[in-house]
């Protein structure tokens, strides 16, 4: 129960049966597209943190709006 999950010869394994699923040509591709995947999503979540501070530094108080009146 102690020993570790993916052993070297476990990971070789796994490896071994990506490459025949996949081929050697399909597999940089596939690495390719998950980066990009990646980047993408950490772009938006700097831009959403990002975008959230400049909100909260614009607008400190909301106005309220009530049936088409401004309450103060």
Same mark, same amino acid.
């Given at each position: 129960?102690?020993?570790? $999950?993916?052993? @070297?010869?476990? =990971?070789?394994?796994?490896? =071994? *049966?990506?490459? =025949?699923?996949?081929?050697? /040509? %399909? *597999?940089?591709? =596939?690495?390719?597209? $998950?980066? %990009?995947?990646?980047?993408?999503? %950490?772009?938006?979540?700097?831009?959403? &943190? !990002? !975008?959230? &501070?400049?909100? !909260? %530094?614009?607008? @400190?108080? &909301?106005?309220? *709006?009530?049936?088409?009146? /401004? &309450?103060?």
């Amino acid at each position: 129960m102690g020993r570790e $999950l993916f052993q @070297p010869m476990h =990971l070789l394994l796994i490896l =071994l *049966i990506v490459l =025949l699923l996949f081929g050697g /040509k %399909k *597999i940089p591709e =596939l690495m390719r597209g $998950l980066g %990009k995947g990646v980047k993408e999503f %950490k772009d938006a979540a700097k831009s959403d &943190k !990002t !975008t959230e &501070k400049s909100e !909260t %530094k614009e607008t @400190p108080e &909301k106005e309220k *709006i009530t049936d088409g009146e /401004k &309450k103060e």
